[in-house]
Nanobody
Framework: QVQLVESGGGLVQAGGSLRLSCAAS????????MGWFRQAPGKEREFVSR????????YYTDSVKGRFTISRDNAKNTVYLQMNSLKPEDTAVYYC????????????????WGQGTQVTVSS
């Protein structure tokens, strides 16, 4: 089992920055990759970014490229999402997720999920 806990969400003005953290515990050696997803009310859960757990290969959805950066600290079992130049349309609950099988950006194929952290961007 893997447990994930997100933190770092909050309320910021447009153009501001936030850094989200996701701390993993349990059988972290089984993690293949970590991803960030977000979900706004009434909308489907959307893929945001992904990083390989043992290497630094990354992938981003087009809407956040150039603004968001995913990174990880294996020694601390933590993945981060640095969010810069935030826009009101970034407002959502952000979830981190872990997969133990292979590369994917599909939410239903991830194995473990955190509880989510709210990000609100005002105009």
């Amino acid at each position: 089992q893997v447990q994930l806990v997100e933190s770092g969400g909050g309320l910021v003005q447009a153009g501001g920055s936030l850094r989200l953290s996701c701390a993993a515990s349990g059988r972290t050696f089984s993690i293949y990759g970590m991803g960030w997803f977000r979900q706004a009310p009434g909308k489907e859960r959307e893929f945001v970014s992904r990083i390989s757990w043992r290497r630094s290969s990354t992938y981003y959805t087009d809407s956040v490229k150039g603004r968001f950066t995913i990174s990880r600290d294996n020694a601390k079992n933590t993945v981060y999402l640095q969010m810069n130049s935030l826009k009101p349309e970034d407002t959502a609950v952000y979830y981190c997720a872990a997969d133990i099988h292979g590369y994917t950006i599909v939410a239903s194929e991830y194995d473990y999920w955190g509880q989510g952290t709210q990000v609100t961007v005002s105009s």
